[in-house]
């Protein structure tokens, strides 16, 4: 658990929560938390809001775009390069983080992820793969 002040800097506490509620309001979606907190400075006065970022789990995963993601029969896929060729590979997702997906399974690290000219794309299609550097100053 980490606390920040109004300007999103991380104050220097320690604490953990000690409360999570079991419903949702379904107003503002939010569930209620407490927390102890450590704070012999006094950098907190009660009645001040802070923001706090609670880390519920780790999870290894990848990001890749959204546009990269294609929904079919068989579930969501995104087109891989191996050895110069289109390849489709069966993934699973989490939810989005800004503008990509998170990809629980079905990639692997170094996997290249094939992410412009999807409606041409068919299984063993060569591929001529681009840096996204450049790819993206050509834009």
């Known amino acids: 658990m980490r606390l920040l002040d109004?300007?999103?800097?991380?104050?220097p506490l320690t604490g953990r929560l000690n409360f999570a509620g079991s419903t949702v309001d379904t107003r503002l979606g939010t569930v209620g938390l407490r927390a102890?907190?450590?704070?012999p400075a006094l950098a907190v006065m009660p009645g001040q809001f802070v923001r706090v970022q609670v880390q519920?789990?780790?999870?290894r995963a990848w990001l890749?775009?959204?546009?990269a993601v294609s929904s079919g029969e068989q579930g969501r896929i995104v087109w891989t390069v191996q050895d110069g060729k289109?390849?489709?590979t069966p993934v699973e997702t989490g939810g989005w983080v800004g503008g990509d997906w998170v990809v629980k399974k079905g990639l692997k690290d170094g996997d290249r992820v094939?992410?412009?000219?999807?409606i041409k794309m068919r299984p063993g299609a060569a591929v001529a793969p681009r840096?996204?550097?450049a790819a993206?100053?050509?834009?």
């Open 6 to 11: 109004a300007a999103g800097q991380p104050l």
């Open 36 to 39: 102890e907190l450590s704070n």
């Open 56 to 59: 519920a789990g780790e999870q």
């Open 64 to 67: 890749v775009p959204q546009a």
């Open 86 to 88: 289109a390849v489709p």
């Open 114 to 118: 094939i992410v412009d000219n999807l």
């Open 131 to 133: 840096d996204p550097a």
């Open 136 to 139: 993206a100053a050509s834009r």
